[in-house]
């Protein structure tokens, strides 16, 4: 017996005007489709019908979790200073995080995302390489004070994620994690009915399948990814934003070899440039172990050497006067602020033609990290000259002009390796009885924003339009007339309710029959039918919400046709 909803009890309020601050199509219908209200910025409540589609989203990756041998677990969303302090995240997360205290002063967080405390469960709850390897997954509120919260639930402040993290003993237990995330992402998305495309999250230096990106293509979508149309090359812009021709008669600059201690500190490096953090340097790159990880360019910008910290600490320091970087930093155009440099990393792919560059871009929010998505991390006047793929770029595997299409990220994936681990300290016995160091991999799937993703995608101008899978019900029986058609309506509800069937009928008393039909039209339950005209015969009318098809049938044939 599945459950019939009726309207006339169902605390729902369309609207038919589309909210004054909504700019995309998503925020517009699931507000006036009553699924969604804003409490705050970037803060919704979910009502019944947008909780029912937030909880088919969160089933569908559930079950594929549990298939690939995740178990769920509930941290807590308050979370300890601590743990964040060692991982060196309470100070990157810089205005995104948001930051409590409690009545003794301790700081606390609301989580952004929960690597520190799952390493730390863990080393708590595993000790042999036998407990490994270990999926865990949680479907939990995050909070992140994002700069420009919009799009309703698109973006949120408060939002559900999904989010898994794998601890394997092995790189290959690693990648073999990985590729089970993947598999897994893929049966997610098209059991949703989203539109997909997996895409480089991080250039191919770092190693092309560390991190990549489930991006559903949307005009409304934040990010930008390239894809060539002639081989399975795809990446998100903020990964790759530019292929560079080598440039012409450019020699390479000298090479100044730092003095390394064992393990150069940012004081060493600040020493050995004669500077002190966030001192002003020109024509510099950094260079850790041989990937640039910061550059001053002409013009006076500030390095913030603070955030190299982390770079710094296990690797070998290489500084160099780059002139030869000069003229390719030219050519890149503007990519800095006029607040100080967006560090950018200039990295040799092996699969680039020698001396091609490929230039990315720097999260202002994340500092170090790679991202930026001017318009959305920046204001675009922040920029003198925005740096773009443009649409027929040659591809840099094939050569192909590149395609340049808007998505939304539903999903990413993330080979972390020891990071954390090291933080952390987490070891496990291994089979030799020495101690192996953990390795890791985090996964995240935006549970709300896969709503908002699947209303971008599938609504059209009447409104909402849900694949089955999420729909807030399978059948939408309109009783369209008065105590005949409501009875009729109400009978063949129960009929296929008892039969498994979700229903939702609309048995509403003094609602014409036009407002009904618009109100099905704008929910977007993926069959609506019809109790109308020939009532008196027992006939109803089922319509296709996405094609419009109609066809006339009994209650009988109704119930054989949609169970
Ligand atoms: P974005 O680039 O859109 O800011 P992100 O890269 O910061 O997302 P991740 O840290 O990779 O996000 O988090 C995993 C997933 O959580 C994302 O792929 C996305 O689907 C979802 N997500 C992230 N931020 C938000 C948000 N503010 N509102 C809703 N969902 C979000
Ligand atoms: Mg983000
Ligand atoms: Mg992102
Ligand atoms: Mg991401």
């Known amino acids: 017996m599945a459950q019939v909803q009726r309207m006339s009890r169902l605390m729902i309020k369309t609207l038919r005007d589309d909210p004054a601050d909504a700019e995309t199509l998503s925020h517009k219908l699931l507000v006036r489709a009553g699924y969604v209200r804003r409490t705050s910025a970037g803060i919704w409540s979910w009502l019944p019908l947008g909780k029912k589609v937030l909880e088919n989203v969160a089933r569908v990756v559930r079950e594929e979790m549990d298939a690939i041998g995740g178990q769920e677990v509930l941290l807590p969303a308050l979370l300890p200073r601590e743990p964040y302090d060692a991982s060196g995240r309470w100070d990157e997360y810089g205005d995104l995080l948001f930051r409590v205290k409690d009545r003794k002063g301790a700081d606390y967080l609301l989580g952004p995302t929960h690597e520190e405390i799952f390493t730390q469960i863990v080393k708590d709850q595993c000790s042999s390489y036998k407990d490994l390897p270990v999926i865990l997954y949680q479907i939990q509120t995050k909070y992140r004070d994002e700069a420009r919260p919009r799009s309703g639930v698109l973006r949120g402040r408060e939002f559900q994620m999904k989010d898994s993290y794998s601890f394997d003993t092995t790189d290959e237990g690693l990648v073999e994690s990985y590729a089970l995330h993947r598999e897994a992402y893929q049966k997610i998305f ?19 399948s560390a991190s990549e990106e489930f991006l559903a293509p949307a005009a409304a979508g934040e990010d930008t990814f390239v894809d060539c149309p002639a081989c399975d090359y795809a990446a998100n812009t903020e990964a790759v934003t530019f292929a560079l021709a080598p440039v012409e008669g450019v020699e390479h600059g000298p090479v100044e070899e730092l003095d390394t201690p ?9 020493e050995h440039l004669g500077v002190t953090a966030s001192a002003t340097l020109k024509n510099l790159l950094v260079k850790v172990d041989g990937e640039i990880v910061a550059v001053g360019v002409p013009g006076d910008r500030e390095v913030d050497l603070g955030k190299l910290g982390e770079h710094l600490a296990p690797a070998v320091v290489e500084l160099v006067t780059a002139e030869d970087f000069v003229g390719r930093a030219d050519l890149v155009r503007g990519y ?11 990295i040799a792919d092996p699969r680039v033609a020698p001396g091609t560059a490929w230039i990315t871009g720097a999260n202002k929010a994340d500092k170090h990290a790679r991202n930026v998505v001017c318009g959305r991390d920046f204001e675009v006047d922040d920029y003198l000259d925005v740096v773009v793929v443009e649409e027929g770029d040659p591809c840099p595997v094939c050569g192909t002009g590149l395609k340049l299409d808007r998505a939304i990220e539903i999903g990413h994936i993330f080979q972390l390796g020891r990071k954390y681990a090291d933080t952390f300290q987490l070891d496990v016995l291994g089979q030799n009885g020495k101690p192996v160091r953990v390795t890791m991999g985090s996964y995240g799937i935006g549970v709300s924003r896969a709503v908002a993703a699947l209303a971008e995608q599938s609504a059209d101008s009447q409104g909402l339009c849900w694949p089955r899978e999420v729909a807030p019900a399978d059948v939408h029986v309109v009783a369209a007339g008065k105590a005949l058609q409501t009875e009729l309506a109400l ?3 129960e009929k296929l309710g008892a039969a498994g069937v979700r229903v939702l009928v609309d048995d509403r008393a003094g609602v014409s029959p036009g407002v009904k039909f618009t109100d099905s039209e704008l929910i977007g339950v993926p069959q ?21 098809e109609r066809e006339e049938l009994t209650v009988a044939e109704a119930v054989a046709r949609l169970t």
Do not use: F, N, W
């Not at 800095?336 to 200039?346: A, C, I, T, W």
């Open 190 to 208: 098209a059991r949703l009915g989203l539109d997909y495309r997996i895409v480089s999250a991080v250039s191919g230096a770092m190693g092309g």
């Open 262 to 270: 064992d393990t150069p500190t940012i004081e060493t490096l600040a």
């Open 336 to 346: 800095v602020g006029p607040q100080g440099l967006d560090k950018v990393r200039y």
């Open 491 to 493: 009978d063949v509800s």
């Open 528 to 548: 609506i039918l019809v109790a109308g005209r020939r009532s008196a015969e027992g006939v109803l009318e089922l319509k296709d919400r996405r094609t419009g």
